[in-house]
């Protein structure tokens, strides 16, 4: 069994008659960098707010199995980063650090100073009222990590920032999960970019998970292929095996995913004519994690994929 450090079981959320968060059922790993794909309004946000303990569920239920004790001890093992970061604008980003240290109980320089560091931040006298949306984000998730949480909440961390700053944070992010054991959940709308990081993902579409799977298979579904439609799905497999091909997998029984020789369409239409074997349609397909994004939400014509 999976070793989980958050499970939520239909976990529903509704403002007066709008329905945020639908059902929703998604399951983090300890240790993991857990990837929140959707639209503006998706429902992401209410779910960071809900699992942090911002928000109440209307229904449905979440918990922490990788910690001990009260629900509100696991609060306290949270750092979290939803919406825009909540600064004191007259204040400078070692100050802003510093009252939150306080509260936390940690009144060492060092600590403060290393954080601002590690963000890519430098001590300066500037207020924070005054940083570019991009500092305000490295200030945002400085304070998100006051406490040494185990598990981070990241809510478009990325927003705002230029490339050299997104590989910033993107390498920081790694250093963490991969050096202090962070389990982190992150939301954004560069998907190529999340496609970096991120060791499993969940698709949400109008408040409902679309589909949850981890990289390699993500990866799988992205890959350019040859996909096979058709109602003799047992029939075709002896016909590919035939040919010679070896990467090859079985989606349902009506459709099959050929990964090698793509080449070789041509070929393996006359063979399935030749066997006598209905074909609803077969082609060649190709899609990065946006467009295969675009098409499990149904933003782009096309047919939905099936989780």
């Known amino acids: 069994m999976e070793d989980y450090l958050l499970v939520t079981k239909d976990l529903s959320k509704v403002y007066k008659e709008t329905v945020a968060v639908d059902n929703v059922n998604i399951h983090i790993k300890k240790g993991s960098i857990y990837g929140l794909i959707g639209k503006n309004g998706a429902g992401k946000t209410t779910i960071m707010k809900m699992i942090s303990g911002l928000a109440r569920p ?31 604008p007259n204040l400078t980003a070692y100050d802003n650090i510093k009252i939150k240290c306080l509260a936390h109980g940690i009144g060492d320089k060092k600590y403060i100073n290393d954080l601002i560091e590690l963000v ?51 390498e920081m992010l790694s250093k963490l999960n991969e050096e202090r054991g962070i389990t982190i959940l992150i939301s954004s709308h560069i998907l190529e970019e999340l496609a970096k990081l991120a060791t499993d993902y969940a698709i949400i579409d109008n408040g409902r998970i679309v589909e949850e799977s981890t990289s390699k298979e993500l990866r799988e579904k992205c890959r350019d292929k040859i996909v096979i439609k058709t109602p003799e799905v047992s029939k075709t497999i002896p016909v590919i095996d035939g040919l010679g091909f070896k990467d090859y997998s079985v989606v349902n029984d009506k459709t099959i995913h050929v990964f090698d020789r793509l080449t070789d369409i041509t070929v393996l239409n006359m063979e399935l004519a030749k066997a006598m074997i209905p074909v609803e349609s077969i082609g060649v397909e190709s899609s990065d994690l946006e467009e295969y994004f675009l098409k499990v939400t149904g933003t782009i014509p096309g047919e939905r994929v099936k989780s």
């Open 120 to 170: 890519g931040l430098t001590p300066s006298s500037k207020k924070a009222g005054k940083f570019s949306l991009g500092q305000k984000q490295r200030l945002g998730i400085a304070l998100a990590l006051v406490g040494d949480p185990d598990f981070l909440i990241l809510d478009e961390p990325i927003n705002g920032l230029d490339p050299q700053g997104i590989a910033e944070v993107r």
């Open 58 to 88: 209307t229904s449905g239920s979440f918990g922490y199995t990788g910690f001990t004790g009260s629900e509100k001890e696991a609060f306290s093992r949270i750092g979290a980063l939803i919406e825009s970061p909540a600064l004191e």
